[in-house]
């Protein structure tokens, strides 16, 4: 089966966390790393890219612009790789019946990286040495800090659609490769954006923290940042592990400390455990007077790579509480009718959007874009084409860098999204309804977030007026709590 | 006495997950002297076709015996795929088998994922309640039927598999096949038979392991790579090929990452450097693991 085939995993989330894979060591020995392997043997040879093959025209690379994919398609990143075969596979059949750019068919080699960060090396060195290849979309696969050196060396245009370089301070201008872009909503900009929720909208002052110290190791180090500059103390901060059976001792500690909210960093399927055992010592959220009361029942702040999607909510049932947050981008309303990449995907894959599939195809249209603009594949002259090409309209909203600014996202970007459920709204006072799209693009039965309009609304008119008229004036979003003249107010005990 | 208790809950519900699926490898190793590295692999189809019932309408108590079939009909098709292909071998010279066990275990995974899906999904617990006993808290801490229902199930399952091994004709084949396949043969067991039969039975150990775990863990694929790798552990500690050991090695892992825990919100960052600590101090002072019993080579 080539890679092209590989169509793995299923839910939504979007975080570069198979990191954890490399902390445990399974890469040398794991089965995974087998799949990683099987992939096109003409592709996997490793050498240098030499001068000479950095500098090519239009001629050279034939009738078909490549794009070189790197994403976990196996093992347990593999539902970003479904995210990633939907959202291009839209993309290129889009681009592609509209003519390609400048007359070329687009496609896209796709590589597993598993959960081995070789895997990912040597996909990128395959990628550097194919003449064909005029960029390089790093979707979440490992192995892109490792290959940072040699991108520099080549050059070569590198799109990070779901990891996070930006945070850990490794993207351009802060480091020398200037051919990386970062697409990825960095975790910093998530932690300010919720931390200052906590604080300013919702008025917390004691905040707990539980994290992934396997997955998300750094995230320690950037919510404490994030707390202190919002003013916020810690009461609490808890550590578990990937795929952790119980996390009661945590539990315990975190209610004897008595935070008003309670931030949890991690995957679906531990955010939907660790949420069953805090419901099971009876700590679930109620509304925001109950969090300050005496009793723990904290407001619920997850990542958005944990309770950003519908998965942990589907896999904790009850315990997965109306009123979770987290921290989204205004691009992933991706059912917004102005959005293009819902209708591609049902146009061309017969698939509804779950979220995420903006940004791979954003990624995609950036790198064959440079190609045209700049007038052919010469690395240079693409990368001054991507910091120079101003806004790019494709997938969903309109995008830029710049010669100074690398990451697409800027804090007005971005939204908070909370669980929703079809059975209705939490009962509050006073009452409020959900979105439009509950109605219009929602399955019957579905729980899953939704976006929060009110506490990020002025930024986000500031960054995007059109979008943010057309999800005002279309209802979508919770609204709470809309007043008679339209405006939205805080009233509303739960967000 | 709350961290007491709390170390206790943990070491036990945590043990027993493990010595769960732990149970399939030594039922294994002690008949074949191979590592089946497809049995974490089982804990996903288990699950996986567990939920397919249940979503087809079956109730959770009729889903349980259909997949636990199910899991032991998969278990003997890793057996007849895996093993049988590559005919008489001495397992401790010849590791292809570690390498069809793990191409079987791929083979599993794609088949589930093509057939029923890779998406994370939960089933109904077994127990909500017991004669309506729905959950206490003892010195703060809650304790709910489905974790004592894993906690039992570990500890009937590791007496019935003694029992099985050392009281019935049965069980005696199996034992003799793990000591001495020549003689076994020679006394007129059928040693292949025997090998395919603890495949069928950790298959089926495999289902029932995903469906107690399920209201923990819920069914996904990282199950079987993650927890059977900790399995695998647990069962090297309590020493292969011993029920009693599998159980053990479960319940040594359990309690080190509870006490880890309970002693510091840092604890489990370390859980992995103590168990392989553990690992390595139980293998230079008992290389047979806890309870491994030596294996003594004919002349």
Redesign the interface.
């Known amino acids: 089966m080539s890679m092209e085939d590989m169509d ?4 939504f989330s979007r975080r570069d966390f198979v990191k954890w894979a490399g902390a ?1 060591g ?1 890469g040398s020995m ?3 790393a ?2 990683a392997c099987g992939g096109d043997k003409k592709n996997d040879a490793s050498s240098p890219t030499t001068g000479a093959e950095k500098s090519r025209g239009f001629t050279s690379s034939g009738d078909t612009l490549k794009v070189g994919v790197i994403a976990p398609f196996s ?2 990143g ?2 970003i790789g ?1 995210i990633v075969n939907n959202s291009l596979d839209a993309a290129v059949a889009q681009i592609n019946a509209t003519g390609g750019i400048g007359g070329r068919k687009v496609a896209v080699i796709k590589r597993d990286t598993g959960t081995d960060p070789a895997a990912g090396v040597k996909a990128y060195q395959a990628f550097a040495s194919d003449k064909s290849v005029v960029g390089v979309l790093w979707c979440g696969g490992l192995g892109l800090d490792e290959s940072r050196a040699q991108i520099k060396r080549d050059n070569m245009p590198v799109i990070a659609v779901f990891n996070d370089l930006y945070s850990a301070g490794n993207l351009f201008p802060a480091v020398q490769e200037r051919s990386v872009f970062q697409i990825l909503m960095p975790d910093t900009m998530a932690f300010d954006v919720l931390t200052n929720y906590a604080k300013h909208d919702r008025g917390y002052s004691k905040v707990g923290f539980i994290y992934d ?2 997955l998300l190791s750094t995230a320690k180090d950037r919510f404490t940042a994030a707390a202190n500059k919002a003013g916020l103390t810690i009461a ?11 996390f ?3 539990v ?2 975190l209610k004897n400390a008595k935070g008003e909210a309670l931030f949890v960093w991690g995957i ?2 531990d955010t ?2 660790l949420m ?1 055992a805090v419901d ?2 009876g700590g679930g959220y109620v509304d925001t007077p109950t969090a300050k009361g005496g009793e723990w029942h904290p407001h619920v702040l997850g990542s958005p790579g944990g309770t950003g999607e519908h ?1 942990w909510a ?2 904790a ?1 009850g315990a997965a509480k109306i009123g979770t947050l987290t921290a989204w981008h205004v691009g992933g309303l991706v059912a917004l009718p102005s959005f293009s990449i819902r209708g591609w995907m049902t146009k061309y894959l017969k698939k509804n959007v779950t979220g995420g599939e903006e940004s791979p195809a954003d990624g995609l249209f950036t790198l064959v874009h440079a190609v045209e603009k700049a007038g052919g594949t010469d690395r240079q002259k693409m990368v001054t084409a991507i910091e120079t090409m101003g806004d790019i309209k494709f997938a969903s909203l309109p995008f830029s860098f710049s010669a100074t600014r690398h990451l697409s996202k800027t804090m007005d970007d971005l939204i908070l999204v909370t669980l929703e459920k079809s059975s209705g709204p939490a009962k509050t006072t006073p009452a409020y309804e959900l979105g439009t799209e509950w109605k219009s693009v929602f399955p019957a039965g579905y729980v899953g977030p939704t976006h929060l309009v009110r506490p990020t609304l002025e930024a986000n008119k500031r960054a995007h007026p059109d979008v943010m008229a057309e999800v005002l004036r279309l209802g979508y979003g919770t609204q709470c709590t809309k007043h008679a003249d339209g405006t939205l107010g805080n009233e509303c005990k739960i967000h | 006495m ?1 961290d007491f208790v ?1 170390i206790v ?2 070491g036990m ?2 043990g027993s ?1 493990l010595a769960l699926v732990a149970l399939g490898y030594n039922l294994v190793f002690a008949t074949s002297r191979v590592v089946n ?1 497809a049995q974490g692999s089982m804990l996903v189809v288990g699950g996986f076709v567990a939920f397919a019932f249940i979503r087809a309408g079956v109730p959770l108590w009729g889903a349980l015996p259909l997949a636990t079939l199910v899991g032991a009909g998969v278990g003997v098709a890793v057996d007849m795929a895996a093993i049988r292909p590559l005919r008489d071998f001495d397992p401790g010279t010849s590791v292809g088998w570690i390498l069809t066990t ?2 079987a ?2 083979v599993c995974l794609d088949v589930v ?1 093509l057939t029923i ?6 089933i109904p617990a077994l127990a909500e309640s017991v004669f309506g006993w729905r ?1 206490s808290t003892i010195a ?3 304790v ?1 039927p489905a974790d004592v229902l894993i906690v039992l199930s570990a500890l009937v399952l590791m007496v019935v598999g003694e029992y099985v091994q050392r009281h019935t004709m049965a069980g005696r084949a199996l034992r003799a096949v793990s000591q001495d396949r020549a003689a076994a043969s020679l006394m007129g067991i059928n040693p292949r038979q025997m090998v395919m039969a603890s495949f069928a039975i950790a298959g089926a150990l495999g289902a029932l392991g995903a469906v107690l ?1 399920a ?4 069914v ?4 079987g ?3 059977g ?1 900790q399995a695998f552990v647990a069962a090297v500690i309590g020493g292969l090929g011993s029920t009693r050991g599998a159980v053990l090695g479960g319940f040594v892992l359990g309690f080190v990452g ?1 006490i880890l ?2 002693m510091s ?5 370390y ?2 450097l103590v168990i392989f600590v553990v690992f390595l101090l139980v293998l230079v002072v008992r290389p047979t693991g806890l309870l491994g019993a030596p294996v003594v080579e004919k002349a």
């Open positions: 793995t995993g299923k839910e445990v399974f794991s089965v995974l087998l799949t093992g347990v593999a539902f479904r110290s396997l609490g901060l808890e550590t578990y592990q990937l795929n952790d059976a119980d009661g001792p945590q315990n500690r679906a399927g939907a455990g069953k099971k010592v998965t589907d896999l049932g | 709350s709390q809950v943990y519900t945590v997950v590295f793990f191409s275990s791929l994922k899906g890779a998406e994370p999904r939960t959950g703060g801490i809650p709910v775990l209201p923990r863990l819920f996904k694929f990282d199950n790579l993650l927890l790798i509870g825990r309970v919100s840092a604890g489990g960052q859980e992995p």
